[in-house]
């Protein structure tokens, strides 16, 4: 069965504080892996797609990577203004490819 | 935005009828419905691909989803109950087999209370 489990659940930072959350899936065959930024009471905004192992994105302090089991969202020297709920999301190949499997998140919290 | 909800809030009783209503500006052709309760995730409950229903994820009969056409997507709502207090997702992404940008692009929710 497709699985998505996010670690940690929370996640603590003084505000310059660099560290990374991970995602970690089993699906039959990857399609694509989609990290999102929840922020209380409003849908998920859309980050990063990755789509093979060894792709790498980035954008502001954000960087997103992937292998074959994983993927891990590094933050460097956060703020504030990042304290949010990070999602992960799988897609598969096949009949299925029109589907999203969540995570539950990682809830961060920047202290200044 | 790409995708809008409405409404954002809504508080209905276990006897009422009510629905939720979703557009997106994307140009998409398939849309989903999601539900978010706390501490779980994301559960997807519909998906839409070309108006036509191709995922209906064991949702109890009381939520009747609509797709009208490819831009607007509705949830009708009937007898719920208080477990069914939850926030409601609309979200919407290009679901072509061998296509990339395949992303879900999501509304901002409807925080829905049954009483």
């Known amino acids: 069965e497709d699985q998505v489990t996010q670690s940690p659940e929370a996640l603590r930072l003084q505000e310059g504080e660099s560290s990374s959350l991970n995602c970690s899936y089993t699906?039959?065959?990857?399609?694509?892996l989609f990290w999102y930024r929840q922020d209380p009471g409003k849908g998920p905004e859309f980050l990063f797609t990755l789509y093979s192992a060894g792709e790498e994105k980035e954008k502001e302090r954000l960087k997103a990577t992937l292998t074959k089991k994983e993927s891990f969202l590094h933050i460097t020297a956060p703020k504030p203004e990042d304290s949010a709920t990070y999602l992960c999301?799988?897609?598969?190949?096949?009949?299925?490819?029109?589907?999203?499997?969540f995570g539950s998140g990682t809830k961060l919290n920047v202290k200044p | 935005t790409g995708v809008t909800q409405t409404p954002r809030h809504l508080v209905m009783g276990m006897t009422n009828k009510k629905s939720l209503k979703c557009e997106q500006h994307l140009g998409h052709n398939a849309m989903y419905w999601y539900k978010q309760s706390a501490k779980k995730p994301l559960e997807l409950m519909f998906v839409?691909?070309?108006?036509?229903?191709?995922e209906n994820n064991s949702v109890p009969s009381r939520f009747s989803p609509e797709c009208p056409n490819s831009s607007h997507l509705f949830l009708h709502l009937h007898t719920l109950q208080p477990e069914d207090s939850a926030l409601y997702l609309c979200a919407s992404s290009q679901a072509l087999v061998g296509s990339l940008n395949t992303e879900a692009f999501f509304g901002q929710g409807t925080r829905l209370t049954v009483v």
């Open positions: 699906v039959s065959g990857l399609r694509g």
């Open positions: 839409y691909s070309l108006e036509e229903r191709v």
């Open positions: 999301a799988v897609q598969a190949d096949g009949d299925n490819f029109n589907k999203f499997y």
